[in-house]
């Protein structure tokens, strides 16, 4: 039972490495009535290795090495019964199996009806010479070798003649120790009654039964005006000692234990007030750390929901500066198009005049044309009319003139055949020059109409190009817009880290707030709070309620 009371929670085997504590370290636990931890300081947790959620209302046994013999536990029950600080080495281990002494200074909590409420226990370094010396002997206890070897209130005894005769004289108190010197007196005292009388008559009867009464009556005395003041001094100073600022100590005694007794009280007394305003200070703190704490987590949260969305603004106008960069690179590329149609445009212009030209040549030339078959049909005419003239001249010569009629017959064939050839080819002139006319007015018409399409592609170049350099200055300008949204977005991502800092910082502080709360709460200022850790236990066995913190697992 005490080997798994010891193990119980450790996860790692035992090392033969030695831990030791810094020589300004002190190690606060406090436990409940049924030895499980009610709170332990940082250093205690780093001693240890565990943290306060793993130690936390676990039997405290467990931390002990498993060299420390039950006798421990047993003077550490021993002791507390009744109702006395213990003092003394033990060897605890670590989480990683390493060991560690120390020396303890356990002091039991009462309630109002002294009943055992749990201990405030103290722990520092060990010298090496305690350890030296306690060492073998918690080695020949754990063997079964130290049967002769006792611990009484920390310290070690032989149970030999010697060693029971220290057990007795330490075991003796200050009222045993007046009585024996009031009896020691009254035995002199006798003695020298019996010593100087002759006889025992009643004289010598009556002197001694006056010696006795005056012998027991200064007992009474020295054990009510010594004993009893220091007794009850001893009980608010271990009260003290646990933290139990509540007693009060009255004296109207002006001697000197009158003034130890008003000097204890004083002490309550200023560290009740200084453990007051500091649970006072720590309250409000712990308050504000709390709100700071929180506040700090309000802005974390809406520190990174800014950085969510302005980096989703920044993925937005990432695609927006790459659409826009689109749009300019295709602004450019429809520009240079338009810029080739303006140029073909006006070739075609151009090549339009030039065919406006040429339709009016061919216009001019058809026109002569024209005139020149009108002179050709005046000519047939004429051929004809002297042709007929020609005939009427033969006829009239007769025979001599027959051949020439031929002749002349002929010749108006040929007039009559080029009068008609002439009417043909002006009639087909005439329709050519008709149709060069409209040719003419349709190239005019195109020529304008090309006119007005060179004007207009210019204008849609012109309107291109503004809008391909208005395209470029979006470009840069969201380029830059952009670059100012990373950079914004870079400053709060060093914000969210910042704040994550911040509110790390704000709960470390709540957290050594609330350390510190628990802390002051070592001190007890009403017999109320010393109730309330005698009931943060429930034990259901009647038996345990007798066992400590130790000897409970045990």
């Avoid at 500066?321 to 303006?342: E, G, I, N, P, Y």
């Avoid at 817009?481 to 911040?502: K, R, W």
């Amino acid at each position: 039972m005490v080997e798994q009371a010891k193990n119980s929670g450790a996860a790692t085997s035992r090392s033969s490495r030695e831990y030791e504590i810094g020589a300004n370290e002190f190690l606060v636990l406090v436990s409940d009535k049924a030895g499980n931890f009610a709170y332990a300081n940082p250093a205690y947790c780093n001693a240890s290795g565990y943290s306060w959620d793993e130690l936390k209302g676990t039997v405290m046994a467990r931390m002990m090495d498993k060299d420390t013999p039950v006798q421990l536990s047993k003077d550490i029950d021993y002791t507390i019964k009744r109702k006395k600080p213990w003092t003394g080495i033990i060897k605890n281990k670590r989480k990683n199996g390493d060991y560690y002494w120390l020396r303890l200074n356990l002091s039991p909590i009462f309630t109002a009806n002294n009943a055992y409420a749990g201990g405030l226990l103290v722990h520092s370094k060990a010298t090496r010479e305690e350890i030296a010396h306690y060492e073998p002997v918690y080695k020949m206890m754990t063997s079964g070798q130290g049967k002769n070897l006792l611990l009484r209130y920390g310290k070690v005894y032989r149970l030999n003649l010697l060693g029971k005769a220290q057990l007795f004289l330490h075991g003796l108190g200050l009222r045993a120790k007046v009585w024996g010197a009031a009896l020691a007196a009254a035995l002199i005292g006798v003695g020298c009654v019996l010593g100087v009388a002759e006889q025992l008559d009643a004289k010598v009867w009556a002197s001694l039964i006056v010696l006795l009464s005056a012998c027991s009556a200064m007992g009474l005395f020295l054990a009510n005006a010594i004993i009893a003041p220091i007794k009850k001094s001893i009980r608010a100073a271990n009260d003290i000692a646990a933290g139990n600022l509540s007693t009060q100590l009255d004296s109207t005694r002006s001697d000197e234990v009158g003034e130890l007794m008003r000097a204890l009280n004083q002490m309550n007394m200023n560290m009740r007030a200084t453990v007051v305003d500091v649970r006072d200070g720590v309250g409000v703190m712990h308050r504000a750390t709390g709100d700071i704490a929180s506040g700090a987590v309000d802005l974390s949260e809406r520190t990174n929901m800014q950085a969510a969305h302005l980096e989703t603004t920044a993925a937005s106008m990432e695609e927006m500066t790459a659409s826009v960069k689109q749009t300019a690179d295709a602004s450019k590329q429809a520009s240079a198009c338009v810029t080739s149609a303006r140029a073909a445009a006006e070739s075609g212009g151009k090549v339009i005049d030039q065919v406006i030209a040429t339709m009016a040549g061919i216009t001019q030339s058809s026109k002569k044309i024209a005139e020149i078959i009108g002179v050709i049909d005046s000519i047939a005419f004429q051929t004809n009319m002297l042709a007929l003239n020609a005939a009427v001249e033969a006829a009239r010569a007769g025979e001599q003139g027959r051949g020439f009629a031929v002749v002349a017959a002929e010749v108006r064939n040929l007039a009559q055949r080029s009068a008609t050839s002439s009417r043909e080819i002006r009639q087909l002139i005439f329709d050519s020059v008709e149709k060069i006319n409209n040719g003419s007015k349709l190239v005019d018409t195109a020529g304008k109409t090309m006119s007005d399409v060179v004007t207009q592609v210019r204008q849609v170049t012109d309107l291109v190009m503004r809008i391909a350099d208005v395209s470029l200055e979006q470009s840069a300008g969201l380029g830059q817009i952009n670059d100012g949204v990373a950079n914004l977005d870079h400053v709060t991502q060093q914000n969210a880290a910042m704040v994550d800092e911040a509110t790390a910082s704000a709960e470390s502080l709540r957290i050594q707030a609330e350390q510190l709360a628990a802390a002051v709460s070592v001190f007890k200022l009403t017999q109320q709070e010393n109730q309330e850790l005698y009931l943060s236990t429930k034990i259901t066995s009647a038996e345990s309620h007798e066992k400590t913190m130790y000897t409970r697992a045990a």
